[in-house]
C-alpha cells in the first residue's frame, strides 16, 4: 500500500519510532516487465506502530517515498537471496521483497514486524488475560481488582482484609547481567517462588515483577502479596530468579 498524505509523514515525526535501519528494497522500473530487470535499492526505513516508512536514505528531509500499513499481511523468509524476508499481503495486494546485511538484522526486522500488528497486538492481550485470569480467578478487563488496596492484581485474595495480609517489598538491583546471544542487552524480570517444607517438596510461582526492557542494570521496585495469612509461617521459604525475555509472543524466557 502506497500512500500520499501528509497526514502519515506527521505521524512517523512524532516521537520515537519502534525500528530503523537500512534495508534492500526490490524494485522494478517502471514500463520494465522482466524480472531480470529488478534490482535491490537501499532504503533508510522507519518502523513506528503498524506503519513501515522508507525514505531515500537516511539524510532525508522530504517526505517519504512511501509507507506500508502491515496489517492482513504476513512475514515470510525469502530463498532467492542472503538475509532476505518478504511481506506478503492479502488478496490483490502487491509483495515486497527486503534484503539486510546480516543475518541478526534480518531476524530482528522479522521479529518487529510481525509484533507491529494489530492482530499481533490483539493475540497478546488475549494471552495476558488468560494468563492473569488462571492465576487470579479473574478477567482483568471484564473484572477489574479494586483499586483501593494499592496491592498488585495478581496478589489479592478474595475479600481477605489487605491490612492483615504478609506482604514484601522487593528493592532490587542487578549489575553486568550478559547480553544474549546476539549480543543485544537483555529483558530481565524476576519471578518470586514460594515453599513451605516439609509439605512441599517443590518451590512453586507466586508472582513476578515487570519486564525492564533492553538493559543489563536494571532495578526492581514491587509489592508482593500473600493473600490469605493461613499458608504463610516461618518456614516459608522464598526464592527469587532473574528470567530474560527471548520472545514474548511465545512467553519464551531463560534464566
Known amino acids: ?12 515525526e512524532q516521537g520515537v519510532v519502534d525500528k530503523e535501519g537500512i534495508l534492500s528494497m526490490k524494485y522494478k522500473p517502471e514500463g520494465r516487465i522482466f524480472k531480470k530487470e ?20 537516511k539524510e532525508s528531509r522530504t517526505e517519504p517515498l512511501g509507507v506500508l500499513v502491515l496489517e492482513r499481511c504476513t512475514i515470510e523468509l525469502d530463498d532467492e537471496i542472503d538475509n532476505a524476508f518478504i511481506i506478503v499481503f492479502e488478496g490483490d495486494e502487491p509483495t515486497y521483497h527486503f534484503a539486510t546485511r546480516t543475518e541478526t538484522e534480518r531476524d530482528e526486522w522479522i521479529q518487529a514486524l510481525h509484533l507491529s500488528s494489530y492482530e499481533c497486538l490483539k493475540m497478546q492481550l488475549q494471552s495476558l488475560r488468560e494468563q492473569i485470569q488462571a492465576k487470579t480467578g479473574r478477567d482483568p478487563v471484564s473484572q477489574p481488582p479494586p483499586t483501593e488496596t494499592g496491592m498488585a492484581f495478581e496478589t489479592q485474595s478474595g475479600n481477605a482484609n489487605t491490612n492483615d495480609e504478609p506482604a514484601m517489598e522487593i528493592c532490587l538491583s542487578c549489575e553486568d547481567l550478559p547480553n544474549d546471544s546476539s549480543a543485544n ?71
Do not use: A
Open 1 to 12: 500500500m502506497r500512500f500520499n498524505s501528509k497526514e502519515l509523514t506527521h505521524i512517523v
Open 185 to 255: 542487552p537483555p529483558n530481565p524480570f524476576i519471578v518470586i517462588y514460594t515453599i513451605n517444607p516439609p509439605q512441599q517438596q517443590t518451590w512453586v510461582q507466586h508472582s513476578h515483577t515487570e519486564v525492564v526492557e533492553k538493559t543489563t542494570s536494571p532495578q526492581f521496585l514491587k509489592t508482593i502479596g500473600f493473600g490469605d495469612s493461613s499458608g504463610i509461617d516461618t518456614n516459608t521459604r522464598i526464592k527469587l530468579t532473574v528470567y530474560h525475555v527471548k520472545e514474548r509472543m511465545t512467553g519464551t524466557v531463560s534464566t
Open 38 to 57: 529488478e534490482t535491490y535499492i537501499t532504503r533508510h526505513c522507519k518502523l513506528k506502530g503498524n506503519l513501515l516508512f522508507y525514505y531515500k536514505n
